[in-house]
């Protein structure tokens, strides 16, 4: 047995883990405040282009001839040990670009979706989108001030979210309000992981 | 239709530099992160400007393919084949990111980043 070459290796580069939280909801909602709010940068925007060639556009006419369009994300950071980052990204708006989702979305620990109480009806379609996907998700309400308040219950029933998605309330400005959804994200991924263990049939994130 | 020319010329100008290729050879997730050795920003000040920008990023700290392509203001495809090529070369050591398979690697994982989250 060589002992010194295994005090060698404890010398090379570690192996670094990133994790990633999805950030879900409509156009203008708050995904990118609820970002900076914990984010140790300033959110920051990747853009990816897209042509007509491209994958799940879903009506080509609206991308007529050979015309590019662009979907921009934001996304921040939290660097959490040396080892281990945090990404969060928040999703592009439009919901027609579902395919830029589902690159978001593959190998996520989990997902908010943001809802303005304002326009509640904008959540429709983020809601279905994770309705059909095997990612653990909570409903954060964003309160806006002078934003119509609904009892949480009542927010439930009128976008028929299911009894075993969390609903929390939240203020994307505030740090220790998105602190405490983004534990909400990764509780709730905990108990579905567990829960999937003890049916016997885990399934794979994304 | 058809035109060969786009008037806005967006549709092959982010991929010049790559010369056109738009497959990377390996996939990279958005937030597998990079990492570039000293040594390997020395060898990058021969691969071009792009190249070298993205190892210069990566040497003091560990960054994601997303935050590559943001700093470097490049579309994330093009960064992405960058990036590959890059790995490819030994110019940079792609970190994993969140195992996605096993009960025990998962849980664990949510744990560290369930209390990092509390420390904030």
Known sequence: MDFASSERAGAQPKEITSAKIVVAGGFGVGKTTLVGAVSEIEPLTTEAVMTSAGQGIDDASKVPGKETTTVAMDFGRITMADDLILYLFGTPGQTRFWFMWDELIRGAVGAAVLVDTRRISDAFAPLDYFENRHLPYL?????????????PEEVREALAIAPQVPLIMCDARNRDSVKQVLVGVVEHAMRTLVAEQERGFPTPVG | MGQPH????????????????????R??????????????????????????????????????????????????????VLVADMVADGMLSLHSAAPKEGFTERMDLLERVLSGLRKL
């Open chain 2, 27 to 80: 996939d990279i997730p958005i937030e597998a992160v990079l990492v570039a050795s000293q040594a390997a920003v020395q060898e990058a000040r021969f691969a071009g400007h792009d190249k070298y920008r993205i190892a210069v990023l990566c040497e003091p700290r560990a960054q994601s393919l997303a935050e590559i392509a943001a700093y470097s203001r490049l579309p994330l495809g093009v960064a992405r």
């Open chain 2, 6 to 25: 786009d008037p806005r010329g967006n549709l092959v100008r982010p991929y010049a530099v790559t010369r056109g290729r738009t497959e990377p050879r």
């Open chain 1, 139 to 151: 409903v954060a309400l964003n309160c806006f001030d002078g934003a119509p308040r609904y009892e």
